[in-house]
């Protein structure tokens, strides 16, 4: 992950929300000469709805016809892009979940998805390029890095987990293995082993009709169709109506109709070859954990990114019992703070993230042993972010006349990680708008999946109906002030979805609660680049970028 001059990089740039960080956003960072990385959440739906809006300007389609197995990027093709794109107001398809059983479709769309994003952004140039992973999302996570390690991807950034599990994952994805993810059951003690093998994944050749009208919807009644047919209505659509949730993937060879096939004899996928085992970065909070994770060869990354409560997005909660200030925002105290002499005596290279977006801290981080830092607030607001440009002139603009509040918003996750939620109105911090919302879970990124009382494997979020939750064997009390991240996050780049009477999702924003930085890079609340965030955190001046 070295960059161009040799060195490790001194700036990361974050994985924000989804899209947020975008192919465009890390290829300007890379160029830069730092690290660009693009999130890794829910690059499939990124992928099916950029088709169906009409791939402008061809860029999807361009990375797809550089995918190994042509005839799954054609039939991705076939089912999803819309020349010209779908009319106004019109609703995009059904996503098909991931699942621990009969997911192969979500698999398939998430490793082109997070191929094409990776293509993108390593297209034209030779710096290196990122990809960072929620590791709370289980079931996405050895497809999405496949997907990432065939199109050549440099570093994975795993979080909000315990990623001891990825290095080797990424050996074993990079040798075209299989490999097994233990799936944690929600209030369960046992773990289900999910396995996924990439050399059977990329035999399957085609997507065809399932042929049978009793599969109906695979969402298990999250979208509040209770799970009796296709498209979560509970009936089927009529004839002709634009679907996915009906498909299934074919094989043109029966032995590599099952994923455990060993060593599936198909000639595409023993074709691959020369694939990169990515250099692994592991987000941590504390050195505790580090610590942990460096004791054995196995789970021990390539570096550390140290990330504090200030980050965007979701941080770790307080250490010990949680308490809430006046504001109803988690209390942090000294446990919470990490000990970066300590991180240092670990010996394995690593940045700083949350409030580091200063050359100042950039050069403190160093003094104290890291190699420099992790920044995202910054890069979101600039002009090469995925973040719709409507969102990121009224954020730049609330926050020159400081107006902009950022709450670490304790309830907000379904995951029950606090959340840093950017005040805006119109988006889901609204009140009124989240009033408003009917709930709905049709994406289902950070579904639990757990033990019904049959024994069979079910999937709840606590942002999705009460009633539905409730169904499940969840309670009350967790779906009090839970946002659907999902839906608002994809809103946030431009593809929520289309609900019915023009009720289009609202956008939920995420930021860092320190914004010092815009006024040096945005005094005037106007645009500027990812580039000028390089220039003037490397070498402490906007300036000089402007004038380049």
């Not at 490999?179 to 944690?184: A, E, L, P, Y």
């Not at 987000?283 to 054995?296: E, G, K, Q, T």
């Not at 005596?345 to 042993?369: C, D, V």
């Amino acid at each position: 992950m070295a960059t161009t001059s040799g060195e490790l990089p001194k700036v990361i740039q974050g994985g924000m929300g989804v899209g947020v960080s975008g192919w465009r956003l890390a290829r300007a960072v890379s160029r830069a000469g730092q690290l660009g990385v693009v999130s890794g959440t829910a690059l499939d739906a990124l992928l099916t709805r950029r088709l169906e809006i009409g791939d402008p300007g061809g860029d999807v389609r361009r990375a797809l016809a550089a995918f190994p197995v042509p005839e799954l990027a054609a039939a991705v093709l076939d089912r999803f892009y819309v020349e010209g794109g779908v009319a106004a107001g019109e609703r995009f398809r059904a996503q098909p979940m991931l699942r621990v059983e009969r997911g192969e479709l979500a698999e398939l769309l998430t490793v082109l998805g997070n191929f094409v994003e990776v293509w993108l952004a390593k297209e034209g140039h030779r710096a290196p390029v990122g990809i960072n992973y929620l590791e709370k999302i289980q079931l996405g996570l050895a497809p999405g890095l496949f997907g990432a390690i065939l199109a050549g991807v440099d570093c994975v950034l795993v979080g909000a987990g315990v990623p001891g599990h990825v290095p080797e994952m990424a050996r074993r994805l990079a040798r075209m293995q299989p490999v097994s993810t233990h799936i944690r059951l929600d209030g369960a003690q046992e773990d289900y082993v999910h396995s996924f093998d990439p050399a059977a994944l990329l035999g399957r050749t085609a997507l065809g009709a399932a042929g049978s009208k009793e599969q109906g919807c695979q969402c298990g009644g999250e979208g509040g169709g209770e799970g009796k047919g296709v498209g979560c209505r509970g009936k089927l659509p009529a004839e002709g109506q634009r679907q996915v949730q009906d498909v299934r993937i074919e094989s043109l060879d029966p032995a590599v109709r099952s994923s455990t096939a060993p060593n599936p004899p198909t000639t595409r996928a023993r074709g691959i070859a020369g694939l990169r085992r990515p250099h692994v970065l592991a987000i941590v909070s504390l050195p505790l954990l580090a610590s942990y994770l460096a004791r054995d060869e196995a789970t021990t990354p390539d570096g550390f990114v140290i990330e504090t409560h200030g980050a965007g997005g979701h941080s770790a909660p307080p250490r010990g019992a949680l308490r809430l200030d006046a504001e109803g925002e988690p209390v942090y105290g000294p446990r919470d703070h990490p000990d970066l002499a300590k991180m240092a005596k670990i010996g394995i290279p690593f940045w700083l993230a949350g409030g580091a977006a200063h050359p100042e801290r950039l050069a403190a981080a160093r003094a104290l042993g890291a190699v420099g830092v992790q920044i995202g607030s910054a890069f979101a607001l600039c002009e090469e972010s995925g973040m719709e440009p409507g969102l990121r002139q009224a954020l730049r603009a609330r926050a020159h006349a400081k107006e902009l509040k950022v709450r670490n918003d304790p309830m907000a996750s379904p995951t029950a990680f606090p959340f840093k939620v950017a005040e805006l109105a119109g988006t889901l911090s609204d009140p009124a708008v989240r009033t408003a919302r009917h709930r709905v879970c049709d994406l289902g990124y950070l579904r639990a999946p757990y033990r019904t009382a049959g024994g069979a494997i079910g999937y709840r979020c606590s942002a999705e109906p009460e009633a539905a939750y409730r169904r499940k064997g969840g309670s009350d009390a967790d779906t009090q002030g839970r946002l659907c991240l999902c839906n608002g996050l994809l809103a946030t780049v431009g593809l929520g979805q289309r609900r019915p009477r023009g009720e289009d999702e609202p956008p939920v924003l995420t930021l860092g609660q320190d914004l010092d930085f815009l006024s040096d890079l945005s005094p005037d609340g106007g645009p500027y680049r990812a580039a000028e965030v390089v220039e003037w955190m490397t070498r402490g001046g906007r300036a000089a970028a402007t004038a380049g």
